[in-house]
Protein backbone atom coordinates (compact mmCIF):
# COMPACT_ATOMS: atom_id res chain seq x y z
CA UNK A 1 0.00 0.00 0.00
CA UNK A 2 1.59 3.11 -0.53
CA UNK A 3 2.23 5.75 1.75
CA UNK A 4 -0.34 9.24 1.96
CA UNK A 5 1.69 12.09 2.77
CA UNK A 6 -0.30 15.16 3.51
CA UNK A 7 0.65 18.57 3.44
CA UNK A 8 -1.57 21.33 4.21
CA UNK A 9 -0.36 24.75 3.33
CA UNK A 10 -2.29 27.69 4.96
CA UNK A 11 -2.71 31.18 3.71
CA UNK A 12 -2.94 33.93 6.08
CA UNK A 13 -2.15 32.46 9.33
CA UNK A 14 -2.26 34.83 11.92
CA UNK A 15 -1.65 33.91 15.71
CA UNK A 16 -2.87 37.25 16.87
CA UNK A 17 -6.17 38.07 19.69
CA UNK A 18 -8.27 34.65 17.98
CA UNK A 19 -5.00 32.59 18.76
CA UNK A 20 -7.01 30.83 21.25
CA UNK A 21 -8.81 28.48 19.21
CA UNK A 22 -6.24 27.88 16.96
CA UNK A 23 -5.77 23.46 17.55
CA UNK A 24 -8.92 23.37 19.24
CA UNK A 25 -11.40 21.06 17.79
CA UNK A 26 -14.68 22.42 17.06
CA UNK A 27 -17.44 19.41 17.29
CA UNK A 28 -20.18 20.71 14.86
CA UNK A 29 -23.90 19.88 15.42
CA UNK A 30 -26.84 20.29 12.98
CA UNK A 31 -29.81 22.65 13.41
CA UNK A 32 -32.82 19.94 13.60
CA UNK A 33 -34.73 22.68 11.11
CA UNK A 34 -34.48 21.16 7.44
CA UNK A 35 -35.54 23.58 4.60
CA UNK A 36 -35.60 23.05 0.56
CA UNK A 37 -32.43 24.90 -1.23
CA UNK A 38 -33.14 28.17 -2.86
CA UNK A 39 -33.14 27.97 -6.95
CA UNK A 40 -29.45 29.17 -7.83
CA UNK A 41 -30.60 32.64 -10.38
CA UNK A 42 -28.49 34.72 -12.62
CA UNK A 43 -29.62 37.63 -13.96
CA UNK A 44 -28.10 40.92 -15.79
CA UNK A 45 -27.01 42.04 -19.57
CA UNK A 46 -25.91 39.51 -22.02
CA UNK A 47 -26.66 41.68 -24.80
CA UNK A 48 -23.29 43.25 -25.58
CA UNK A 49 -20.43 40.73 -26.68
CA UNK A 50 -20.94 36.81 -26.32
CA UNK A 51 -24.46 35.96 -25.47
CA UNK A 52 -26.95 33.08 -25.33
CA UNK A 53 -26.56 32.21 -29.08
CA UNK A 54 -22.84 31.88 -28.40
CA UNK A 55 -22.48 28.03 -27.43
CA UNK A 56 -18.76 28.34 -26.04
CA UNK A 57 -20.57 31.11 -23.73
CA UNK A 58 -23.34 28.80 -22.62
CA UNK A 59 -20.64 26.25 -21.81
CA UNK A 60 -18.91 28.34 -19.80
CA UNK A 61 -22.23 29.52 -17.88
CA UNK A 62 -23.00 25.86 -17.21
CA UNK A 63 -19.94 25.71 -15.06
CA UNK A 64 -21.30 27.98 -12.64
CA UNK A 65 -24.48 25.40 -12.15
CA UNK A 66 -27.20 27.90 -12.46
CA UNK A 67 -30.95 26.64 -11.64
CA UNK A 68 -32.66 29.89 -13.53
CA UNK A 69 -31.53 32.54 -15.75
CA UNK A 70 -33.00 35.58 -16.61
CA UNK A 71 -34.56 36.86 -19.77
CA UNK A 72 -34.56 39.19 -21.45
CA UNK A 73 -31.15 41.12 -20.33
CA UNK A 74 -33.11 44.70 -20.55
CA UNK A 75 -36.75 43.61 -20.00
CA UNK A 76 -38.11 47.75 -20.02
CA UNK A 77 -36.74 48.24 -23.32
CA UNK A 78 -37.25 44.74 -25.18
CA UNK A 79 -38.80 43.42 -28.16
CA UNK A 80 -39.52 39.66 -28.14
CA UNK A 81 -40.03 39.02 -31.47
CA UNK A 82 -36.73 40.92 -33.04
CA UNK A 83 -34.44 39.68 -30.07
CA UNK A 84 -33.12 43.02 -29.54
CA UNK A 85 -34.37 46.28 -28.35
CA UNK A 86 -37.59 48.37 -29.40
CA UNK A 87 -36.30 51.16 -31.89
CA UNK A 88 -35.77 54.87 -30.56
CA UNK A 89 -39.39 55.72 -32.40
CA UNK A 90 -41.57 53.26 -30.69
CA UNK A 91 -39.79 54.12 -27.22
CA UNK A 92 -40.19 58.25 -27.94
CA UNK A 93 -44.39 57.01 -28.37
CA UNK A 94 -44.58 54.81 -25.37
CA UNK A 95 -44.54 57.22 -22.43
CA UNK A 96 -45.24 60.44 -21.47
CA UNK A 97 -41.49 60.68 -21.23
CA UNK A 98 -39.26 58.97 -24.17
CA UNK A 99 -37.15 56.32 -23.04
CA UNK A 100 -33.32 56.80 -24.84
CA UNK A 101 -31.29 54.10 -25.37
CA UNK A 102 -27.95 55.09 -24.60
CA UNK A 103 -24.53 54.96 -26.33
CA UNK A 104 -23.81 51.46 -25.84
CA UNK A 105 -27.30 50.26 -26.97
CA UNK A 106 -27.01 51.95 -29.86
CA UNK A 107 -23.82 51.11 -31.17
CA UNK A 108 -23.60 47.15 -29.61
CA UNK A 109 -23.71 44.71 -32.36
CA UNK A 110 -27.32 43.42 -32.92
CA UNK A 111 -27.63 39.77 -31.56
CA UNK A 112 -30.76 38.47 -31.73
CA UNK A 113 -31.61 37.30 -28.60
CA UNK A 114 -34.96 35.63 -28.49
CA UNK A 115 -36.87 33.60 -26.54
CA UNK A 116 -36.48 30.65 -28.79
CA UNK A 117 -32.69 31.11 -28.49
CA UNK A 118 -32.68 31.47 -25.33
CA UNK A 119 -34.47 28.37 -25.12
CA UNK A 120 -31.56 26.56 -26.68
CA UNK A 121 -29.44 27.61 -24.34
CA UNK A 122 -31.10 26.88 -21.24
CA UNK A 123 -31.60 23.35 -23.16
CA UNK A 124 -27.26 23.48 -23.27
CA UNK A 125 -26.95 24.68 -19.84
CA UNK A 126 -29.62 22.62 -18.12
CA UNK A 127 -31.57 25.51 -16.43
CA UNK A 128 -35.02 26.74 -16.28
CA UNK A 129 -35.71 30.33 -17.47
CA UNK A 130 -37.37 33.03 -15.59
CA UNK A 131 -39.58 35.88 -18.05
CA UNK A 132 -39.65 39.66 -17.15
CA UNK A 133 -42.30 41.08 -19.02
CA UNK A 134 -41.82 44.84 -20.15
CA UNK A 135 -43.99 46.97 -18.03
CA UNK A 136 -43.01 50.00 -19.00
CA UNK A 137 -42.69 50.41 -23.02
CA UNK A 138 -44.82 47.68 -24.03
CA UNK A 139 -48.47 46.79 -22.90
CA UNK A 140 -50.51 44.14 -21.67
CA UNK A 141 -51.71 42.55 -25.29
CA UNK A 142 -48.17 42.98 -26.75
CA UNK A 143 -46.71 40.91 -23.64
CA UNK A 144 -49.35 38.22 -23.33
CA UNK A 145 -49.12 38.32 -27.42
CA UNK A 146 -45.46 37.77 -27.00
CA UNK A 147 -46.13 34.95 -24.14
CA UNK A 148 -48.14 32.71 -26.44
CA UNK A 149 -45.93 32.96 -29.35
CA UNK A 150 -43.10 31.98 -27.22
CA UNK A 151 -45.00 29.26 -25.98
CA UNK A 152 -46.22 28.30 -29.53
CA UNK A 153 -42.75 27.82 -30.59
CA UNK A 154 -41.59 25.15 -27.84
CA UNK A 155 -40.15 27.65 -25.14
CA UNK A 156 -40.49 26.33 -21.56
CA UNK A 157 -41.95 29.21 -19.51
CA UNK A 158 -41.21 28.52 -16.03
CA UNK A 159 -41.72 31.36 -14.49
CA UNK A 160 -42.13 34.82 -14.99
CA UNK A 161 -41.37 37.98 -13.13
CA UNK A 162 -43.87 41.37 -13.48
CA UNK A 163 -42.18 44.62 -13.35
CA UNK A 164 -38.27 45.64 -12.28
CA UNK A 165 -38.10 47.31 -9.29
CA UNK A 166 -41.11 49.27 -9.37
CA UNK A 167 -41.63 50.40 -6.46
CA UNK A 168 -38.43 52.06 -6.19
CA UNK A 169 -38.35 56.16 -5.74
CA UNK A 170 -36.45 58.01 -8.92
CA UNK A 171 -38.04 54.84 -11.62
CA UNK A 172 -39.79 58.10 -13.15
CA UNK A 173 -40.89 55.92 -16.52
CA UNK A 174 -42.32 53.68 -13.36
CA UNK A 175 -44.08 56.39 -11.34
CA UNK A 176 -45.51 57.82 -14.78
CA UNK A 177 -47.19 54.78 -15.24
CA UNK A 178 -48.34 53.20 -11.96
CA UNK A 179 -48.57 56.53 -9.32
CA UNK A 180 -49.50 54.22 -6.54
CA UNK A 181 -48.78 50.64 -5.44
CA UNK A 182 -52.85 49.85 -5.61
CA UNK A 183 -52.30 50.82 -9.96
CA UNK A 184 -49.43 48.73 -9.83
CA UNK A 185 -51.27 45.79 -8.18
CA UNK A 186 -54.53 46.41 -10.34
CA UNK A 187 -52.30 45.42 -13.61
CA UNK A 188 -50.60 42.79 -11.95
CA UNK A 189 -53.93 41.63 -11.07
CA UNK A 190 -55.13 41.67 -14.71
CA UNK A 191 -51.63 40.12 -15.89
CA UNK A 192 -51.56 37.14 -13.50
CA UNK A 193 -55.47 36.31 -14.32
CA UNK A 194 -54.57 36.29 -18.22
CA UNK A 195 -51.46 33.98 -18.34
CA UNK A 196 -52.47 31.46 -15.27
CA UNK A 197 -55.37 30.79 -18.40
CA UNK A 198 -52.87 29.53 -20.67
CA UNK A 199 -49.73 28.77 -18.23
CA UNK A 200 -51.41 27.53 -14.86
CA UNK A 201 -48.09 26.07 -13.65
CA UNK A 202 -46.04 28.87 -14.54
CA UNK A 203 -44.71 30.28 -10.90
CA UNK A 204 -45.22 34.36 -11.02
CA UNK A 205 -43.60 37.17 -8.85
CA UNK A 206 -44.54 40.24 -8.34
CA UNK A 207 -41.97 43.28 -7.88
CA UNK A 208 -42.00 43.88 -4.04
CA UNK A 209 -40.72 46.01 -0.80
CA UNK A 210 -41.94 48.98 1.19
CA UNK A 211 -39.83 51.72 1.74
CA UNK A 212 -40.00 54.40 4.27
CA UNK A 213 -42.32 57.42 5.21
CA UNK A 214 -39.98 59.44 2.83
CA UNK A 215 -41.56 57.66 -0.61
CA UNK A 216 -45.03 57.55 0.22
CA UNK A 217 -45.76 55.61 -2.93
CA UNK A 218 -44.36 52.74 -1.97
CA UNK A 219 -44.22 52.90 2.24
CA UNK A 220 -46.98 50.39 2.03
CA UNK A 221 -45.96 48.52 -1.27
CA UNK A 222 -46.25 45.20 -0.28
CA UNK A 223 -49.71 45.64 1.42
CA UNK A 224 -51.82 46.73 -2.03
CA UNK A 225 -49.91 43.13 -3.20
CA UNK A 226 -51.47 40.94 -0.55
CA UNK A 227 -54.92 42.82 -1.91
CA UNK A 228 -54.73 41.35 -5.26
CA UNK A 229 -57.82 39.48 -6.28
CA UNK A 230 -55.51 36.76 -8.16
CA UNK A 231 -52.52 36.54 -5.46
CA UNK A 232 -48.70 36.24 -7.21
CA UNK A 233 -46.72 32.81 -6.19
CA UNK A 234 -43.87 35.22 -4.62
CA UNK A 235 -42.61 38.19 -3.54
CA UNK A 236 -39.34 38.94 -5.98
CA UNK A 237 -37.42 42.01 -4.09
CA UNK A 238 -33.75 43.84 -4.34
CA UNK A 239 -31.00 44.07 -1.76
CA UNK A 240 -28.41 45.41 -3.14
CA UNK A 241 -25.52 46.99 -1.16
CA UNK A 242 -23.11 50.12 -1.82
CA UNK A 243 -19.64 50.15 0.11
CA UNK A 244 -18.93 53.49 -0.25
CA UNK A 245 -15.46 56.02 -0.03
CA UNK A 246 -16.44 56.23 3.38
CA UNK A 247 -16.06 52.39 3.99
CA UNK A 248 -12.47 52.32 2.40
CA UNK A 249 -11.12 52.57 6.36
CA UNK A 250 -13.44 49.46 7.07
CA UNK A 251 -11.09 47.00 8.31
CA UNK A 252 -10.87 42.97 7.33
CA UNK A 253 -13.38 42.45 10.02
CA UNK A 254 -16.12 44.63 9.04
CA UNK A 255 -15.88 44.16 5.17
CA UNK A 256 -16.34 40.52 5.52
CA UNK A 257 -19.35 40.66 7.97
CA UNK A 258 -21.13 43.73 6.27
CA UNK A 259 -23.81 41.65 5.41
CA UNK A 260 -24.73 40.83 8.73
CA UNK A 261 -25.21 44.49 9.35
CA UNK A 262 -27.13 45.04 6.23
CA UNK A 263 -29.45 42.36 5.39
CA UNK A 264 -31.03 42.16 8.09
CA UNK A 265 -31.82 45.72 7.43
CA UNK A 266 -32.57 45.45 4.65
CA UNK A 267 -35.24 42.43 5.44
CA UNK A 268 -36.61 44.94 7.99
CA UNK A 269 -37.03 48.36 6.24
CA UNK A 270 -38.38 46.08 2.92
CA UNK A 271 -40.78 44.28 5.31
CA UNK A 272 -39.93 40.54 4.21
CA UNK A 273 -38.97 38.63 7.64
CA UNK A 274 -40.09 35.34 7.45
CA UNK A 275 -41.92 36.00 9.98
CA UNK A 276 -44.42 38.40 8.88
CA UNK A 277 -48.02 36.41 8.85
CA UNK A 278 -49.24 37.62 5.62
CA UNK A 279 -46.10 36.33 3.88
CA UNK A 280 -46.41 33.17 4.96
CA UNK A 281 -48.17 32.03 1.54
CA UNK A 282 -45.34 34.10 -0.51
CA UNK A 283 -42.23 32.58 -2.02
CA UNK A 284 -39.68 35.61 -1.62
CA UNK A 285 -37.00 35.76 -4.41
CA UNK A 286 -34.25 37.95 -3.56
CA UNK A 287 -31.78 39.80 -6.28
CA UNK A 288 -28.59 41.14 -4.64
CA UNK A 289 -25.74 42.88 -5.57
CA UNK A 290 -22.32 44.20 -3.72
CA UNK A 291 -21.66 47.47 -5.63
CA UNK A 292 -18.22 48.95 -4.94
CA UNK A 293 -18.83 53.14 -4.88
CA UNK A 294 -15.05 53.36 -4.04
CA UNK A 295 -13.06 55.81 -6.22
CA UNK A 296 -10.35 52.94 -6.65
CA UNK A 297 -12.57 50.19 -7.01
CA UNK A 298 -10.67 48.78 -4.14
CA UNK A 299 -13.59 45.74 -3.51
CA UNK A 300 -13.86 45.30 -7.17
CA UNK A 301 -12.93 41.44 -8.34
CA UNK A 302 -11.51 40.11 -5.14
CA UNK A 303 -11.56 36.83 -2.93
CA UNK A 304 -12.49 39.10 -0.11
CA UNK A 305 -15.79 39.77 -2.54
CA UNK A 306 -15.55 35.93 -3.18
CA UNK A 307 -16.26 35.65 0.68
CA UNK A 308 -19.48 38.14 1.27
CA UNK A 309 -21.42 36.38 -1.62
CA UNK A 310 -21.11 33.21 1.08
CA UNK A 311 -21.72 35.74 3.58
CA UNK A 312 -24.86 36.96 1.77
CA UNK A 313 -26.08 33.54 0.57
CA UNK A 314 -25.63 32.12 4.36
CA UNK A 315 -28.24 35.20 5.49
CA UNK A 316 -30.45 34.50 2.73
CA UNK A 317 -30.34 31.08 3.47
CA UNK A 318 -31.85 31.96 6.98
CA UNK A 319 -34.82 33.39 5.91
CA UNK A 320 -36.84 30.48 5.30
CA UNK A 321 -38.97 31.87 2.82
CA UNK A 322 -36.31 32.63 0.28
CA UNK A 323 -36.96 29.83 -2.63
CA UNK A 324 -34.74 31.87 -5.16
CA UNK A 325 -31.36 33.88 -5.04
CA UNK A 326 -30.77 36.15 -8.13
CA UNK A 327 -27.10 36.87 -8.62
CA UNK A 328 -25.72 39.60 -11.33
CA UNK A 329 -24.13 39.89 -13.74
CA UNK A 330 -23.77 36.58 -16.23
CA UNK A 331 -21.61 37.88 -18.80
CA UNK A 332 -22.69 42.05 -18.89
CA UNK A 333 -20.67 45.44 -19.20
CA UNK A 334 -21.01 46.11 -15.86
CA UNK A 335 -17.37 45.03 -14.32
CA UNK A 336 -18.14 45.20 -10.59
CA UNK A 337 -21.18 42.62 -11.38
CA UNK A 338 -19.72 40.61 -13.90
CA UNK A 339 -19.26 36.49 -13.12
CA UNK A 340 -17.27 36.43 -16.91
CA UNK A 341 -14.94 38.04 -18.29
CA UNK A 342 -15.98 37.76 -21.84
CA UNK A 343 -12.71 39.40 -23.53
CA UNK A 344 -10.63 37.21 -22.24
CA UNK A 345 -11.85 33.54 -23.35
CA UNK A 346 -14.31 33.89 -20.36
CA UNK A 347 -12.07 33.67 -17.06
CA UNK A 348 -14.43 33.25 -13.98
CA UNK A 349 -14.66 36.85 -12.11
CA UNK A 350 -15.42 36.58 -8.50
CA UNK A 351 -19.38 36.11 -8.85
CA UNK A 352 -18.60 32.93 -10.89
CA UNK A 353 -15.96 32.04 -8.87
CA UNK A 354 -18.12 32.13 -6.00
CA UNK A 355 -21.16 30.86 -7.81
CA UNK A 356 -19.46 27.61 -9.58
CA UNK A 357 -18.11 26.79 -5.51
CA UNK A 358 -21.50 27.11 -3.93
CA UNK A 359 -23.56 26.15 -6.86
CA UNK A 360 -21.66 22.78 -7.45
CA UNK A 361 -22.24 22.02 -4.15
CA UNK A 362 -25.54 21.36 -3.87
CA UNK A 363 -26.02 19.81 -6.74
CA UNK A 364 -28.67 16.60 -6.66
CA UNK A 365 -29.76 18.32 -3.64
CA UNK A 366 -33.10 19.26 -2.12
CA UNK A 367 -32.90 19.80 1.22
CA UNK A 368 -30.63 21.36 3.56
CA UNK A 369 -30.13 22.48 7.43
CA UNK A 370 -27.97 24.85 9.37
CA UNK A 371 -24.64 23.85 11.12
CA UNK A 372 -24.70 25.70 13.97
CA UNK A 373 -22.07 27.83 15.01
CA UNK A 374 -20.35 26.77 18.60
CA UNK A 375 -20.92 30.23 20.93
CA UNK A 376 -16.94 30.59 20.94
CA UNK A 377 -16.88 31.47 16.85
CA UNK A 378 -19.55 34.42 17.88
CA UNK A 379 -17.77 37.77 17.15
CA UNK A 380 -19.01 41.16 17.11
CA UNK A 381 -18.01 44.13 15.08
CA UNK A 382 -18.49 47.74 15.68
CA UNK A 383 -20.28 50.56 12.48
CA UNK A 384 -21.09 53.64 12.45
CA UNK A 385 -24.26 55.04 11.59
CA UNK A 386 -23.95 59.12 9.62
CA UNK A 387 -24.01 60.89 12.91
CA UNK A 388 -21.41 58.87 14.17
CA UNK A 389 -23.34 56.63 16.65
CA UNK A 390 -21.78 53.42 17.11
CA UNK A 391 -23.63 50.07 16.92
CA UNK A 392 -22.74 47.21 17.62
CA UNK A 393 -23.36 43.90 15.26
CA UNK A 394 -23.00 40.55 16.26
CA UNK A 395 -21.27 38.00 13.54
CA UNK A 396 -19.95 34.11 13.47
CA UNK A 397 -16.96 34.11 12.15
CA UNK A 398 -17.59 30.29 10.64
CA UNK A 399 -21.09 29.14 9.32
CA UNK A 400 -22.47 26.39 6.99
CA UNK A 401 -25.17 24.32 5.85
CA UNK A 402 -25.63 20.47 4.90
CA UNK A 403 -27.07 19.80 1.99
CA UNK A 404 -29.02 16.53 1.04
CA UNK A 405 -30.85 14.32 -1.16
CA UNK A 406 -33.69 13.42 0.93
CA UNK A 407 -34.28 10.08 -1.59
CA UNK A 408 -30.81 8.65 -1.55
CA UNK A 409 -29.84 10.73 1.61
CA UNK A 410 -26.31 11.66 -0.12
CA UNK A 411 -25.01 14.73 1.21
CA UNK A 412 -22.86 17.57 1.33
CA UNK A 413 -21.37 20.59 3.48
CA UNK A 414 -20.04 24.06 2.81
CA UNK A 415 -18.09 25.33 5.69
CA UNK A 416 -16.88 29.50 5.36
CA UNK A 417 -13.98 30.61 7.65
CA UNK A 418 -14.05 34.22 7.67
CA UNK A 419 -11.76 34.63 10.60
CA UNK A 420 -7.71 35.75 9.95
CA UNK A 421 -7.45 31.47 11.94
CA UNK A 422 -7.80 28.32 10.86
CA UNK A 423 -10.33 26.32 12.25
CA UNK A 424 -10.85 22.37 13.26
CA UNK A 425 -13.66 20.84 12.68
CA UNK A 426 -15.33 17.22 13.15
CA UNK A 427 -18.46 16.67 11.33
CA UNK A 428 -19.25 13.11 12.40
CA UNK A 429 -22.38 14.06 14.08
CA UNK A 430 -24.15 14.65 11.09
CA UNK A 431 -22.06 12.78 8.36
CA UNK A 432 -22.20 8.80 8.23
CA UNK A 433 -20.57 8.26 5.18
CA UNK A 434 -16.53 8.51 5.64
CA UNK A 435 -15.77 7.80 1.80
CA UNK A 436 -15.36 12.08 1.55
CA UNK A 437 -13.29 14.69 0.18
CA UNK A 438 -12.80 18.33 0.75
CA UNK A 439 -12.11 20.42 -1.55
CA UNK A 440 -10.59 23.67 1.14
CA UNK A 441 -10.87 27.05 -1.22
CA UNK A 442 -9.00 29.87 -0.03
CA UNK A 443 -6.34 32.56 -1.50
CA UNK A 444 -2.72 34.22 -1.32
CA UNK A 445 -4.64 37.87 -0.98
CA UNK A 446 -7.69 39.27 -0.21
CA UNK A 447 -7.40 42.12 -1.86
CA UNK A 448 -5.57 41.38 -5.22
CA UNK A 449 -7.56 41.49 -8.28
CA UNK A 450 -8.94 38.28 -9.47
CA UNK A 451 -7.81 38.53 -13.55
CA UNK A 452 -4.21 39.99 -12.87
CA UNK A 453 -2.96 36.77 -10.60
CA UNK A 454 -4.24 33.09 -10.63
CA UNK A 455 -3.71 33.14 -7.13
CA UNK A 456 -6.84 31.36 -5.86
CA UNK A 457 -6.21 27.89 -3.99
CA UNK A 458 -7.95 24.73 -4.15
CA UNK A 459 -6.52 22.02 -1.36
CA UNK A 460 -7.97 18.28 -0.92
CA UNK A 461 -8.72 16.85 2.04
CA UNK A 462 -10.95 13.36 3.70
CA UNK A 463 -12.19 12.19 6.46
CA UNK A 464 -14.76 13.80 8.99
CA UNK A 465 -12.82 14.77 12.23
CA UNK A 466 -10.31 17.42 13.07
CA UNK A 467 -10.19 19.11 9.57
CA UNK A 468 -8.80 22.60 9.82
CA UNK A 469 -10.48 25.31 7.34
CA UNK A 470 -7.97 27.93 6.29
CA UNK A 471 -8.48 31.24 7.10
CA UNK A 472 -10.58 33.20 4.40
CA UNK A 473 -11.59 30.08 2.78
CA UNK A 474 -14.53 28.74 1.76
CA UNK A 475 -14.56 24.42 2.62
CA UNK A 476 -16.86 22.55 0.37
CA UNK A 477 -17.30 18.36 2.15
CA UNK A 478 -18.48 16.18 -0.67
CA UNK A 479 -18.77 12.54 -1.43
CA UNK A 480 -15.89 10.13 -2.93
CA UNK A 481 -17.40 9.09 -6.17
CA UNK A 482 -15.37 7.29 -9.24
CA UNK A 483 -19.23 6.75 -11.02
CA UNK A 484 -19.56 10.31 -12.54
CA UNK A 485 -19.83 8.71 -15.67
CA UNK A 486 -20.76 11.57 -17.51
CA UNK A 487 -18.81 14.03 -15.74
CA UNK A 488 -21.80 16.52 -14.55
CA UNK A 489 -20.31 16.66 -10.55
CA UNK A 490 -22.52 14.37 -10.21
CA UNK A 491 -22.63 10.41 -8.95
CA UNK A 492 -24.15 8.41 -11.06
CA UNK A 493 -26.10 5.17 -9.86
CA UNK A 494 -23.99 2.10 -11.10
CA UNK A 495 -27.19 0.02 -11.93
CA UNK A 496 -28.76 2.85 -13.93
CA UNK A 497 -28.57 3.51 -17.78
CA UNK A 498 -30.55 6.69 -18.69
CA UNK A 499 -29.15 7.12 -22.64
CA UNK A 500 -25.96 7.01 -24.25
CA UNK A 501 -23.06 8.80 -22.45
CA UNK A 502 -20.56 10.63 -23.47
CA UNK A 503 -17.17 9.60 -23.67
CA UNK A 504 -17.28 8.26 -20.36
CA UNK A 505 -19.45 5.76 -20.43
CA UNK A 506 -22.17 3.73 -22.78
CA UNK A 507 -25.48 2.53 -22.30
CA UNK A 508 -25.93 -1.28 -23.26
CA UNK A 509 -28.99 -2.86 -24.13
CA UNK A 510 -30.33 -4.42 -20.75
CA UNK A 511 -29.44 -0.65 -18.50
CA UNK A 512 -26.38 -1.38 -17.24
CA UNK A 513 -23.38 0.46 -18.18
CA UNK A 514 -19.72 -0.53 -19.74
CA UNK A 515 -17.48 1.94 -18.08
CA UNK A 516 -14.45 3.82 -19.90
CA UNK A 517 -12.48 6.33 -19.29
CA UNK A 518 -12.81 9.94 -20.75
CA UNK A 519 -10.64 9.07 -23.16
CA UNK A 520 -12.74 6.00 -24.30
CA UNK A 521 -10.37 3.41 -22.95
CA UNK A 522 -12.17 0.36 -21.34
CA UNK A 523 -12.15 0.79 -17.55
CA UNK A 524 -14.01 -2.95 -16.74
CA UNK A 525 -12.50 -5.02 -19.34
CA UNK A 526 -12.48 -7.81 -16.55
CA UNK A 527 -11.59 -10.74 -18.38
CA UNK A 528 -8.79 -9.44 -20.47
CA UNK A 529 -10.49 -10.09 -23.83
CA UNK A 530 -10.53 -6.72 -25.18
CA UNK A 531 -14.60 -6.52 -24.83
CA UNK A 532 -15.27 -3.70 -22.11
CA UNK A 533 -17.49 -5.89 -19.81
CA UNK A 534 -20.11 -4.78 -17.22
CA UNK A 535 -19.05 -3.44 -13.80
CA UNK A 536 -21.34 -6.57 -12.31
CA UNK A 537 -20.83 -9.12 -14.38
CA UNK A 538 -17.99 -11.06 -12.02
CA UNK A 539 -18.62 -14.91 -11.11
CA UNK A 540 -20.12 -16.16 -8.53
CA UNK A 541 -17.49 -16.41 -6.53
CA UNK A 542 -15.16 -13.35 -6.30
CA UNK A 543 -12.71 -11.93 -4.64
CA UNK A 544 -13.97 -10.01 -1.20
CA UNK A 545 -11.18 -7.70 -1.31
CA UNK A 546 -11.88 -6.28 -4.53
CA UNK A 547 -14.04 -2.80 -5.01
CA UNK A 548 -17.84 -3.06 -4.60
CA UNK A 549 -18.60 0.18 -5.96
CA UNK A 550 -21.81 0.42 -5.88
CA UNK A 551 -22.73 -1.79 -2.57
CA UNK A 552 -24.88 -4.31 -3.75
CA UNK A 553 -22.27 -7.29 -2.61
CA UNK A 554 -21.10 -8.00 -5.85
CA UNK A 555 -17.78 -7.47 -6.84
CA UNK A 556 -17.59 -4.86 -9.67
CA UNK A 557 -13.92 -5.41 -10.56
CA UNK A 558 -13.00 -9.04 -9.58
CA UNK A 559 -9.98 -11.22 -10.99
CA UNK A 560 -11.32 -13.94 -13.22
CA UNK A 561 -8.96 -16.83 -12.03
CA UNK A 562 -11.76 -17.25 -8.90
CA UNK A 563 -10.76 -17.52 -4.97
CA UNK A 564 -8.97 -20.44 -5.10
CA UNK A 565 -6.15 -19.26 -7.18
CA UNK A 566 -3.34 -16.97 -6.08
CA UNK A 567 -1.91 -13.90 -7.66
CA UNK A 568 1.62 -14.09 -7.51
CA UNK A 569 1.89 -10.30 -8.96
CA UNK A 570 0.04 -7.82 -10.38
CA UNK A 571 1.04 -5.11 -13.08
CA UNK A 572 -0.35 -1.04 -12.34
CA UNK A 573 -2.52 -0.38 -15.61
CA UNK A 574 -2.75 3.25 -15.29
CA UNK A 575 -3.63 5.84 -12.98
CA UNK A 576 -6.49 8.35 -12.82
CA UNK A 577 -8.98 10.71 -11.17
CA UNK A 578 -12.86 10.37 -9.62
CA UNK A 579 -13.59 11.35 -13.13
CA UNK A 580 -11.64 8.22 -14.69
CA UNK A 581 -9.53 10.50 -16.47
CA UNK A 582 -5.59 10.09 -17.13
CA UNK A 583 -3.84 12.47 -14.80
CA UNK A 584 -1.34 14.88 -15.85
CA UNK A 585 1.84 14.47 -14.03
CA UNK A 586 2.19 17.89 -13.14
CA UNK A 587 -0.99 18.31 -11.75
CA UNK A 588 -1.34 18.26 -7.62
CA UNK A 589 -3.43 18.28 -5.05
CA UNK A 590 -5.67 15.11 -6.46
CA UNK A 591 -7.14 11.65 -5.14
CA UNK A 592 -5.70 9.25 -7.51
CA UNK A 593 -7.01 5.98 -8.26
CA UNK A 594 -4.38 3.08 -9.37
CA UNK A 595 -6.12 0.70 -11.14
CA UNK A 596 -4.08 -2.89 -11.34
CA UNK A 597 -4.33 -5.82 -13.87
CA UNK A 598 -6.41 -8.07 -11.07
CA UNK A 599 -8.74 -5.49 -10.50
CA UNK A 600 -7.91 -4.18 -7.40
CA UNK A 601 -8.24 -0.64 -7.23
CA UNK A 602 -5.80 1.47 -4.75
CA UNK A 603 -7.01 5.63 -3.65
CA UNK A 604 -3.97 8.07 -2.95
CA UNK A 605 -4.38 11.62 -1.54
CA UNK A 606 -1.20 13.88 -1.83
CA UNK A 607 -1.85 17.24 -1.32
CA UNK A 608 1.02 19.46 -1.42
Known sequence: MKKVIFVLIIPFLNFGQDSQNFFKDFQLELDTFYRSIPTANFGGQTWRGPSWVDETFNDSVATMYPDVLAFPPAPDLWDWQSGWFYPQTTLDTCCVDSINLNWGQLNAEIIEITPENFQNALNQIGAEGLYCLNMISSSISKQLSDLHSAKNNGVNIERIRLGDEMGKAGNEHSISHYPTAEDYALTCDIYIDSIRQFLPNTKIAVSAGNFGSSNPRAQYWNEALYNMENPADAFRWSAFFYLKEAD????????????????????????FQDTINDLQDYELWVGYGITDNTLDKRYVNRWSLVLMYSTSHHLFLTNKLVEDISMFNVGGIFENWDALDTQNNFRKRATGVFASIWNKAKLGKNRTAQIKTPINLIDTVTYYNNNNVPREVPYPKLFGWRFENDSTYQASVILTNISSEPISVSIDNFISSDNVFWEKWSSDSLFDVIDSVNYINMTLDSGLTNILLPPYSINVMLENCINDVDNDGLCDELDECVGVYDECGVCNGNGTTLYYDCDGNCISDIDFDEVCDELDNCPEDYNPNQED?????????????????????RKLIKVVDVLGRKINKEKKEILLLYIYDDGSVEKEYILE
Open 248 to 271: TIFTTKQLLAYAFDQIPTYESVRC
Open 549 to 569: FNLDNIGDACDSIGLDETVTQ
